[in-house]
């Protein structure tokens, strides 16, 4: 799938609505911190709070890399197996955003609940 195409069919909107199914989190959980033009390259933010850590789904794929100490791919959720269940289900057809996306990245953030380095 091209750029133009991508926002032609509301494509970051796509994205953001069956990525937090997939990942099982409300869709305000997550936003689009950038697209590229080109292929399409996409980069998200997931908020790690209270309710995205109610997902199932979050802690079986945070869990299961986690969990393996020799693995070197580590990500701030807590391993990488955010980044190998997004790849099965785009291979396996489970998520479908349309079109090919040639590149997904994302990082997991917790809100910011102390605001006095901000004043």
Avoid: H, Q, W
Avoid at 14 to 43: E, Q, T
Avoid at 61 to 73: E, G, I, M, Q, R
Avoid at 89 to 114: H, M, Q
């Amino acid at each position: 799938m091209d750029f133009d195409t991508f926002y032609a069919t509301d494509g970051p909107t796509l994205f953001v609505d069956k990525m937090a199914i997939f990942l099982g989190i409300p869709n305000d959980k997550m936003r689009v911190v950038s697209i590229v033009k080109g292929s399409v390259k996409i980069k998200y933010e997931v908020v790690l709070d209270d309710e995205t850590a109610k997902s199932s789904k979050m802690a079986a794929l945070t869990k299961s890399v986690a969990s393996n100490a020799t693995d070197a791919v580590t990500d701030a959720c807590g391993g990488g197996g955010i980044t190998k269940g997004i790849a099965d289900a785009l291979s396996s057809g489970e998520l479908d955003f349309g079109g090919e996306v040639s590149e997904i990245s994302y990082r997991c953030n917790k809100p910011v609940t102390n605001t006095s380095a901000f004043n």
